[in-house]
């Protein structure tokens, strides 16, 4: 974990210019500046690495989940499901020409670079712990590296906030659903979209004493024993209420583990989301389960290789749900 370092009194005597920095001649202060702006972004990116996966540096500890290649290219991936389970749309919102739109916890920043796409005359901002976010991008979208529980400090408001999949990242979700109520401009809109994390099956077909239902049931208690609630979106309709939001939709969408559906559409979703869980089983479990419920690294992989035999399984149709939920802020 990161050390606070200790605070250093800064009111106390007059506060003097340093005289090193002004040679008489018209220089600015940019080389100075770009000193620190280096440091600063080096110890944001001196990443820990834990049992062979890397993790954010700046607020060591607060989340989870790892933020190396096989990470963001599984965010990614769970980005084009969440597409398709959407009915190929990035929010839902009835937002009408946007000129400023924040994405919380933007992760590779996919989704703010695609809506930056659809509203070339927007802003896109995005922040997240980590700078995991690509370097080239359009010059309508900006990435920013912020703690989303702290006091959000933009200098404007946005005519729509975007929260997508924190799930198990945050602390105080209230306030976190208070601060996008306040950062958005009064008339416009604020959607979250998160996971219910809770595996179940309509036919009796997942049971206790499958490995999958037992890895799960594991994780729901480390995420909850960690603070961090691993299933918000159910949840967030009444947060959003609470806060001041109108007009709230709520809509809930199935996510089959694996392409066991029927249907073509849930098919081809279960299928993603099984490539998904796959790719992310050992990023979503090895911190979780080794620092909050102490189990060592090679028990962890012996439980996830019965977990991946499980959601192979077509006679196990285990599923969990999606939820979206968007607002306005009162005019
Ligand atoms: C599961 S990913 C989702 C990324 C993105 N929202 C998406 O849907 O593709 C969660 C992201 O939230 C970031 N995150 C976690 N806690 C955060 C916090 N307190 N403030 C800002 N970002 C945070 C993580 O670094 C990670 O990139």
Request: charged share 30%; proline share 7%.
């Amino acid at each position: 974990m990161a050390q606070i370092p200790e605070r250093t009194p800064n009111m106390e005597g007059p506060l003097e210019a340093d005289p090193d920095l002004y040679d008489g001649s018209d220089s600015s202060l940019g080389d100075e500046v770009s000193k620190y702006t280096a440091s600063l972004t080096s110890s944001i990116e001196r990443y820990p690495i834990e049992n062979g996966r890397r993790y954010h540096a700046f607020k060591d500890g607060s989340y989870v989940m790892p933020n190396d290649e096989s990470e963001l290219d599984r965010l990614d991936l769970t980005h084009q499901m969440l597409r398709i389970t959407m009915g190929d749309k990035l929010f839902l919102a009835p937002i009408n020409k946007p000129k400023r739109i924040l994405d919380i916890g933007t992760g590779t920043g996919i989704w703010a670079i695609e809506v930056g796409d659809e509203f070339p005359d927007a802003q896109i901002i995005g922040t997240d712990l980590a700078p995991t976010q690509p370097t080239w991008v359009p010059a309508n979208v900006k990435f920013e590296i912020d703690d989303a529980e702290d006091p959000w400090t933009f200098q404007h408001k946005f005519d729509f906030v975007h929260v997508r999949y924190l799930a198990s990242a945050i602390v105080d979700w209230p306030k976190l659903v208070r601060q996008a109520y306040d950062a958005t401009e009064p008339g416009e809109w604020a959607e979250f979209e998160d996971f219910d994390l809770k595996y179940y099956s309509e036919d009796g077909s997942l049971k206790e004493e499958h490995h999958v239902q037992k890895w799960i049931s594991s994780f729901l208690k480390a995420a909850e024993d960690f603070r961090r609630d691993p299933s918000p979106g159910p949840k967030i309709e009444g947060y959003m209420k609470e806060a001041g939001f109108e007009d709230v939709q709520h809509e809930k969408y199935r996510m089959p583990v694996g392409p066991w559906p029927k249907d073509k559409h849930l098919k081809t979703v279960g299928a993603w989301n099984l490539v998904q869980l796959e790719n992310g089983l050992e990023g979503f479990t090895l911190r979780l389960f080794t620092t909050v419920l102490g189990w060592k690294a090679e028990e962890v992989q012996v439980l996830l290789a019965n977990v991946r035999k499980d959601i192979r399984d077509p006679k196990i149709h285990a599923q969990f749900d999606f939820h979206v939920c968007y607002g306005r802020k009162p005019k």
